[in-house]
């Protein structure tokens, strides 16, 4: 019998964040504040914020100590299994090997309870009785609310009302950890009832939420937001990813030629290949790809500039690869990589040079799915769906080269809340999107006059 | 950081299972022919059921070989982990250690397809080319077109209409496995024309599912039948369970006081409990609990007696705690409960004394589902929730008398699928069910003249 699962014991769990922003070789932009378009500071994070999260937003610590009492938490599911792919190899007749790092094990079936525990921690170290954010399609409401559960901190949730609509067993997901769950836009905020003003009957959106969610948090002494992915914190926690895979594929005795994940706000692509970043800004040789929908197309079709994080343009003006806070994705099913924008460092590392990027429509990627459900059994997220693409297009290539290459991707979450987009695949009720540049332009031209993004 | 996971390597996955009919201090009573009463012989069964399996059926041998081509798939996801329930050990206040075996992370989210894998490959190895089965809330369905997508064999599902419109996600599922899913009664089978003459609307129900894939298989020589629990071959194959259980135990340097499992047709609790039983054979302390619904109380309000294992009346009659085949089980969300009867081997361990039964209503099944769920993360199935109601019990019982315990318990899937029962739970709209005695003893009276189950 192949082994083909590489696992780690609870005490191989790591111990500390990587943090890469002492490494990155050109440096960091600092995000700006919207009015004086200065550098912002901490005091202008702090209603949002607790300090704790803040401090990792700028350290310049290359190693960050996990707290004790955040991986008494996460040891309940981590580290998460390291597996070989060794039926979806045989199915493609590739020389390559094909492993895959599986964050669907995670009660609430993605990595983001690798962020949300540690940033309830905080909060609640700090006192906060409240935390208040926004969801789209769920996964991330499911996760803050799972992280509040455990810590005893009051979750508040704007969930957009055609999601609320369309996902109720996400809602209840969310519920029966106890969160609290409001279809957004809500008659609870000033941005809800002038939305609601306007119009009645409106679905919402994430910007919509995202604005109900600040704005609760700017405006109760108890509360505080949370952000589930783009921010440097964010993706600091999500950096427990790649450290165990390092670990795991040192086991498994291959060293990745590739590395790959999907990228919606960027947070679980950088989570795998952050140290595989720092190898490779050691000298390693190692080939780092992120993998987007091509009707979102940031990081392929988007400038580097300055531009709001939400839609709404209530956020500091980060320094990312942005489509414009103003662009609409089509509604693909992936709704977590329909974001405008992605993580600065993520960003960062593009401009770098030390990532590639590719985009893929809808239809692949189910296609994609598809033969990895039936040949490994999991069923994966639509958004993982991206990356599973990306590293069958890898394996294809090394047949065609009959070249012996070791592949690694993150499978970030399972489907079992998306099965309503594989009934659509199934029945060949889905679509792929055309994006005319028209509409990148448009878009493109409401930033432009933003401050460009080059050194301060 | 404490250890909370007793995790196994690829290499230590048993490779054997284990059969229990040699080590019965009273041995067990052979199913009857329900035309002559006569013992079935292989010959009967050769129509629905490989040989292989048959002789399964009826092995002496305490250990049988798992194939490797078995061991190949269930090491995707086995071993299975035990973990240790810390954050509800704490949230109880009792001194009683408690471990869970975790079945949930299986692609089909349950312990059944420990058994789907080997039965499809029994069938493939015998030149099967179709299966066909039955499944009402969709477990079972799912791990028997995981497996035979594995195998390349067609798998052809009966769902019970209700379920079929009321669980899309499930048969979709099942689709994206390859499955072909009918609703039935369908206009497929003899069976299910007679019943859609005389109702056109009949929503279905387990009985008629059961015999429209029996006939499908009987009436078809490329096509078997598969059954998810009760017979002795497929609760052989779930011990599996129980043999890893019992190796990470060791590990955890405990002896289980307390071995506990939710028990519908039998097979998750037996496949966790058999080895423990073994020990109790031999002379080993430990209290073996079988949990049922009080809704569908077969093993504390049915009788040891002879009885079909379906509803219509399709099957051998089975030696077997049974409420008649003609009882219909109040609708609880746990689907995988409503069974009349119970697996031979599991009525045999009881009459034997070498467990014991206790009997939970709805509702306090969902609430220690939910405290499990606010503790641990993992949200279970309905089904499960009645192991943990048995658990927290015997952690409450061991608080109260002081007494330091190990409690072992089966979480034998995830509820992923079950959300609506649990929104129905939170919304306060779950009912307990009153069950007549007149309705007891109405089903008894119906077989109370079948063959009794005495020694042969």
Redesign the interface.
């Known amino acids: ?5 590489y ?1 780690l ?3 191989d ?1 790591p111990r500390q964040w990587y943090n890469i922003l002492p490494d990155l070789p050109a440096g960091m932009l600092p995000p700006l504040h919207p009015a004086t378009k200065q550098p912002v500071g901490p005091d202008d994070l702090a209603p949002l914020f607790p300090m704790g999260l803040i401090e990792q937003e700028v350290s310049p610590q290359r190693w960050i100590d996990i707290p ?1 009492e955040v ?2 938490i996460l ?3 981590r580290p998460s299994p390291l ?1 070989r792919a060794v ?1 979806l190899e045989k199915a493609l007749g590739t020389p390559a090997k094909i492993f895959y790092k599986y964050e669907g ?3 609430a ?1 993605s990595h983001k309870p690798n962020t949300s525990i540690p940033q309830v921690y905080y909060n609640k170290k700090e006192g906060v009785k409240r935390i208040a954010t926004e969801t789209g399609a769920g996964q991330w409401g499911s996760a803050l609310s ?1 992280a509040c ?2 810590f005893g901190v009051e979750a508040k949730v704007y969930m957009v009302k055609i999601s609320y609509q369309q996902k ?2 996400r809602r ?2 969310m ?4 969160g609290s769950v409001t279809p957004s836009p809500s008659n609870e905020t000033n941005a809800g009832r002038k939305i609601l003003a306007e119009n009645p009957n409106s679905t919402g959106s994430l910007g919509i939420a995202i604005s109900e969610a600040v704005e609760d948090a700017a405006s109760r002494a108890d509360t505080k937001y949370a952000l589930g992915s783009v921010l440097n914190h964010v993706l600091l926690h999500q950096t427990i990813i790649g450290l165990e895979a390092k670990k795991q594929m040192k086991i498994a005795g291959v060293d990745p030629d590739v590395v790959i994940g999907c990228c919606g706000g960027g947070s679980n692509f950088y989570g795998l290949s952050a140290p595989f970043i720092q190898d490779k800004i050691n000298g390693a040789k190692v080939d780092i790809v992120g993998c987007e929908p091509a009707s979102c197309p940031t990081l392929t079709r988007g400038h580097f500039h300055y531009d709001f994080g939400d839609s709404v343009g209530m956020t500091p003006l980060l320094p990312m690869h942005t489509l414009g806070h103003t662009f609409m994705p089509p509604s693909i099913h992936a709704g977590g990589l329909r974001y405008h924008g992605m993580a600065p460092i993520v960003s960062e590392v593009l401009r770098q040079k030390l990532m590639r990027a590719e985009a893929f429509n809808q239809i692949e990627c189910f296609q994609a799915a ?1 033969t990895f ?2 040949c ?4 994966p997220a639509p958004e993982s769906s991206h990356a599973i693409r990306g590293a069958i297009n890898e394996a294809l290539k090394a047949k065609e080269e009959g070249k012996e290459k070791n592949i690694l991707f993150l499978l970030s979450g399972h489907g ?2 998306d ?2 987009a ?2 659509a695949f ?1 029945a060949n009720n889905l679509g792929d999107f055309e994006l005319p540049q028209g509409e990148i332009d448009r878009a493109w031209n409401a930033i432009k006059d933003f401050p460009e993004a080059k050194e301060f």
Chains 1, 2 share one sequence.
Do not use: C
């Open positions: 019998m192949q082994q083909i699962k696992l014991n609870d005490s769990i004790p991986l008494d040891v309940r599911w597996i039926a094990v995670s009660p079936g799972l559960n455990f109720p067993y209840v997901m519920e029966t950890w106890g598809l459900a039936r490994e059994g999991i069923i079992h809340f099965m309503s594989y009934e199934l």
